[in-house]
């Protein structure tokens, strides 16, 4: 018995049970299209990359991380104490941000590709969904630690809940375990953190994966243009799959790099009594909204000024998640332009706000 | 001090050598390993009757030219200029002590580039072996300049016990030799031929890699996997060597890699600790990329490979440039001179005359005591601090009361053995009174005076 | 430290008046170390022991008459806590004492 026939005779046993070689067979068969705009291909790959890599290094954390009064006590033992306990939380906080950044990446270049459009509206739906749950995991997890700036820009963030009509006070309160951000508060944005994002997270993420698997990838309108004959393709297996694994590879090594190089810091403990510090503000992510309600709040005055500021980024999203019901298929004449120049628009507005945002509280 | 003080707003003036060394390190590396590959793949070509090679090769040499020529050249003379500018001091140490020792690669420099326009523009047109002659005749003069630079270098980390003997004696010429092949010298001109080998092979697949691989199959095939070879050499001695370097660093310099950032972490949360994961990270990727895409691949291998490895190994070196510098630390020149340019045995008498009494540029004398700590701040801090900017003591000393700072300036003036600064800081040097104007200057920068109309005497801030 | 409303303001340490002078008794004010020295001319003085520069566990040097931290090398004044060397930014904050009969109680100053 050689290892290759004992590894072929329990493939053999697994298949008959499991049908794997269906799964082989597929894989074997998969193609990527290629074509000048394939380089977008690879970033979904590289969210759920960064996604596995925060799975990991977070289960690490959570071996010493206390929630609750000693939240502080206990980051500040992972980050000075504990080997290698700075590079872990580094990692995380710093994989949160790629994440982030390549979320909207792979957003934007789903979105100016039309691959919401037929058959794919439930990748889209699918999606816009797994990045409400990353934002709830951004904000979540940035309280964590409890030091200085975790506190307040979590106090400042919870003002746009509050801000809804009616229902937002009750909103926030709930989020907080009360009136104020205490030690309450940390232990239930933990359970969100740690159990809740991820029992939504992950169907939704499996849900998206085999929708891509089933729909394969979209190409753009170009490229749907010229004959089948013309299209260039490459095999998912080998060819693809090394270059993706290429990618994670760099991802990998801009994370360690920006790890080790650059730290992640651990304020002060935080002190409720203490005056929030000079240009508090939430983490980049998340300025847009903030920076959009501070404008409007400047422009129309008190209630009124927060509530516009809440609808119309509220408008903007709910336009956003609808579009695959307005640029249906590549038939939509106009409609296709006019997504377009929506989706040019919403990068600006991001754009925009958020450096506005830093320019303000620099 | 002796010099005026050059003044770099938020970067600092070391960080002007930094940037354009580190620029130059890139290309001055690849002129010396690149030196040595253009002759010896024309060798190779010339003995196969690889006629495709040569046709590359000629593209390859032009390439060549203009990037040693003209941006090694820059920044070299750039580097001049900026270490000249930062630190005059060493610098006229280091002129002094190694004279034209040290300026003979002026010579060398001008066999370099005239062998460089030669080899490009005589392609063809003269005898293939006198060619290559000349190919040879520049990868000697190349490698007589890394041979020549290292010894500076490697002097200011280590001069070696033999020099410090006769430092300040007026006899140092004496032990130009020692000075020159001190304890880090073979260490690292080993660690830094091999990085030169590297980077020619990098440059050279980035040269490759622009080949199309569907038409000029074979010829992309062979050059792209002589390239990677290049590697070999420094990924099977870089272990060894750099173990060998760190052994020849004294103790105490060495110790400074476990110290973690400005006194904060300690054990594994430490700059050697960091520097060391992203060099083997970045490492073993190169290797990845070298084997799986170009050596495996190379008709699928493209510029944009090429230049992530070329980034990576950018990466690589940066890292290690970074560790060595760390070393260095109190000292520009190792157990001579500290970074501020104070040198070590004068210490005393600076703090029995005065910091000021010794400092021939400093333009508004005793006005007031801001203004006095201001110029004490620029000669003994401003090497390595800003206010604002890098290493910004505005917030390293922030939450200090006058009190505290002027406690912290007392602690850095005696200089007890069990200090935790020893390690990277040297001593603040200069009588009582120059104690109490620093701690002033400095607490007027940490704790601004509230807006009572009565504003810290202004110096000039051109 | 949370100062919220149910935070710690005292602590009161059973039979501590029985420190013998030159001495140190660590203790938990609410979640965080303090400690309580007896010096040798008999002045009782109580503070926080948590290091003002990254937060580590200071502690009492009787022989050599500091607070010393062994982390990375802060020194205090043990009769006013102030920070008299190292990294550490600010002093150690002092708490109020009274000694009795029973014990000492240690305060919020």
Redesign the interface.
């Given at each position: 018995m050689t290892t290759k026939t004992i590894a072929t005779d329990v493939y053999g046993w697994m298949d008959e049970r499991l049908g794997i070689s269906d799964l082989a067979a597929f894989a074997r068969k998969k193609t990527v299209p290629v074509h000048a705009q394939s380089f977008w291909y690879y970033w979904g790959g590289i969210t759920l990359f960064l996604f596995m890599l925060q799975c990991f290094t977070g289960v690490l954390l959570l071996v010493y991380y206390r929630p609750g009064?000693?939240a502080f006590?206990s980051v500040?033992q992972i980050?000075?104490v504990m080997?290698?306990g700075?590079?872990i939380r580094s990692a995380h906080a710093w994989a949160a941000n790629l994440m982030m950044f390549s979320i909207l990446v792979h957003m934007f270049s789903v979105f100016f590709m039309k691959a919401y459009r037929k058959p794919r509206e439930f990748g889209w739906l699918s999606g816009m969904a797994l990045l409400a749950v990353a934002a709830c995991f951004g904000f979540s997890g940035y309280l964590l630690p409890m030091d200085e700036l975790s506190y307040f820009a979590t106090k400042v963030g919870l003002e746009i809940p509050v801000a809804i009509p009616w229902i937002g006070p009750a909103i926030a309160n709930m989020l907080r375990g009360g009136p104020?951000v205490?030690?309450f508060t940390v232990q239930r944005f933990f359970a969100l953190h740690v159990v809740v994002l991820p029992a939504l997270f992950i169907p939704l993420l499996g849900f998206h994966l085999w929708l891509v698997q089933r729909h394969g990838n979209a190409v753009p309108e170009s490229e749907e243009a010229k004959p089948a004959a013309e299209r260039k393709s490459m095999p998912f297996m080998p060819?693809f799959l090394?270059k993706d694994i290429?990618m994670w590879?760099?991802s990998?090594?801009v994370l360690?790099?920006l790890a080790?190089?650059f730290?992640w810091p651990l304020g002060k403990?935080?002190?409720?009594?203490a005056p929030a510090p000079m240009g508090i503000h939430p983490e980049w992510y998340f300025m847009s909204p903030f920076e959009m309600l501070k404008m409007l709040g400047s422009v129309l005055p008190g209630e009124a000024g927060e509530i516009a500021g809440l609808l119309l980024f509220t408008l903007g999203i709910v336009l956003w998640i609808l579009i695959p019901f307005y640029d249906k298929n590549k038939e939509s004449g106009r409609r296709a332009r006019i997504a377009h120049y929506f989706g040019l628009l919403a990068v600006f507005a991001l754009v925009a706000t958020t450096v506005i945002g830093y320019w303000s509280v620099r | 001090m002796n010099y005026p003080f050059w003044d770099i707003p938020y970067l600092g003036s070391g960080w002007v050598i930094g940037i354009i060394a580190i620029f130059h390190v890139m290309i001055s590396q690849f002129a010396v390993g690149g030196g040595l590959y253009l002759p010896l793949a024309e060798r190779k070509a010339l003995r196969e009757a690889r006629n495709d090679w040569l046709a590359e090769l000629v593209g390859y040499s032009k390439f060549f030219l203009i990037l040693t020529g003209v941006f090694g050249t820059i920044s070299g003379v750039g580097i001049w200029f900026a270490i000249g500018l930062t630190n005059p001091e060493a610098t006229s140490t280091l002129i002094h002590n190694f004279v034209f020792g040290w300026a003979i690669e002026w010579v060398f420099f001008m066999v370099e580039l005239a062998t460089a326009a030669v080899y490009y523009y005589t392609w063809n047109k003269i005898d293939a072996k006198l060619h290559l002659v000349v190919g040879w005749v520049y990868a000697g003069a190349s490698v007589c300049t890394l041979i020549i630079i290292n010894g500076i270098l490697t002097f200011m980390l280590t001069p070696g016990d033999t020099w410090l003997g006769v430092s300040g004696t007026g006899h140092e010429a004496s032990k130009f030799w020692n000075a020159f092949f001190n304890p880090t010298y073979w260490p690292s001109l080993l660690l830094r031929s091999c990085v030169c080998a590297s980077l020619a092979g990098i440059w050279a697949l980035i040269s490759a890699s622009r080949i199309d691989g569907s038409m000029h199959a074979a010829l992309k095939a062979s050059l792209v996997k002589w390239s990677v070879k290049w590697l070999v050499p420094s990924f099977v001695a870089m272990p060894f060597l750099f173990i060998w370097y760190l052994f020849m660093v004294p103790q105490t310099q060495r110790a400074l890699l476990t110290l973690g950032i400005d006194t904060m972490g300690t054990g594994t949360f430490s700059t050697v600790t960091r520097m060391a994961l992203v060099i083997v990270m970045v490492s073993a990727t190169i290797i990845g990329v070298a084997y799986y895409l170009a050596y495996r691949n190379p008709a699928d291998f493209n510029p944009s490979h090429a230049v992530a490895i070329l980034l990576l190994a950018l990466v690589a070196t940066g890292a290690g440039e970074y560790s060595r510098e760390m070393l260095r630390k109190p000292y520009v020149i190792g157990r001579w001179m500290y970074s501020n340019g104070v040198r070590v045995p004068y210490a005393i008498k600076i703090d029995h005359d005065g910091y000021l009494a010794h400092s021939n540029w400093v333009w508004n004398g005793a006005d007031s005591s801001y203004s006095r700590g201001e110029a004490i701040f620029r000669g003994e801090c401003g090497a390595c601090h800003t206010l604002n900017g890098y290493r910004p003591l505005a917030k390293l000393l922030a939450g200090r009361d006058r009190a505290n700072i002027e406690s912290f300036i007392t602690m850095l003036h005696e200089y007890k053995p069990d200090s935790p600064y020893h390690h990277f800081m040297p001593p603040m040097v200069g009588t009582q009174e120059d104690v109490d104007d620093l701690a002033n200057f400095l607490n007027a920068q940490v704790n601004p005076p509230a807006a009572n109309g009565q504003k810290p005497v202004q110096t000039a801030q051109k | 430290m949370a100062l919220s409303a149910s935070a710690v303001t005292e602590v009161t340490l059973k039979d501590a008046q029985k420190l013998p002078a030159g001495s140190v008794l660590m203790f938990k004010f609410g979640p965080s170390p303090a400690m309580l020295i007896h010096h040798e001319n008999g002045q009782w003085v109580a503070l926080t022991a948590v290091c003002t520069h990254l937060g580590c566990t200071v502690q009492y040097e009787p022989q050599a008459d500091r607070i010393h931290c062994a982390c990375h090398g802060g020194v205090y004044n043990p009769y006013t806590g102030a920070n008299v060397s190292g990294p550490p930014p600010k002093p150690l904050k002092l708490f109020k004492v009274a000694v009795s009969d029973a014990g000492v109680e240690v305060s919020r100053a």
């Open positions: 009064i000693e006590e500040r980050t000075f080997n290698f700075w590079l104020d205490t030690e060819n090394r290429a590879i760099i990998l090594n360690a790099l080790s190089v730290p403990a935080y002190d409720s009594l | - | -």
